[in-house]
C-alpha cells in the first residue's frame, strides 16, 4: 500500500517538485494550495505525515496545524513545517509540529525529513 503525504504549500512550484519527487518514491501525493476546512481534508486523505507552509492563505500554517493537532482522530498523523521563514524552527514549535524543514531546501533534506519523521 502506498504511503500518503498531504502537501499544504500556496506556492505551485513547491506543489509541483515535491510531488514529482515524492510520486518518484511511489508516494500517493495529496496537494492543497490553502487551508480550507484542514480537518475535514486531514480526515478524508488520512495521510502518512503532512508538510505545512507557514503562509498558508485562510488561516495559515501556524492555526490549521494546532487544528490538526487538537482533533483527536488525526493528531497523531506527523506534520512537518516548512518555510521560508528564517524563525522556522520557532514557528514550528509554536504550531505544535512535528519537525521543521528550512526553505529553500534540496531533494535530499526533503527525502531524509519524511522518512525520518514516519521512522519516529
Not at 26 to 55: A, F, G
Not at 62 to 86: D, E, G, R
Not at 88 to 117: C, H, Q, W, Y
Amino acid at each position: 500500500m502506498a504511503r500518503r503525504i498531504l502537501i499544504c504549500d500556496d506556492d505551485e512550484d513547491i506543489l509541483s517538485i515535491c510531488t514529482y519527487i515524492l510520486e518518484e518514491k511511489d508516494w500517493e501525493v495529496h496537494t492543497r494550495n490553502h487551508c480550507k476546512n484542514i480537518v475535514e481534508t486531514v480526515q478524508e486523505i488520512m495521510p502518512d505525515i503532512i508538510l505545512m507552509d507557514n503562509w498558508i492563505p485562510d488561516i495559515g500554517g501556524i492555526k490549521a496545524t494546532q487544528a490538526i493537532k487538537s482533533t483527536l482522530s488525526i493528531s497523531h498523523i506527523p506534520i512537518v513545517y516548512f518555510s521560508a521563514n528564517n524563525d522556522v524552527k520557532a514557528l514550528a514549535r509554536v504550531a505544535g509540529a512535528d519537525d521543521f524543514l528550512a526553505k529553500p531546501f534540496d531533494i535530499e533534506d526533503l527525502e531524509r525529513m519524511v522518512t525520518s519523521v514516519l521512522e519516529k
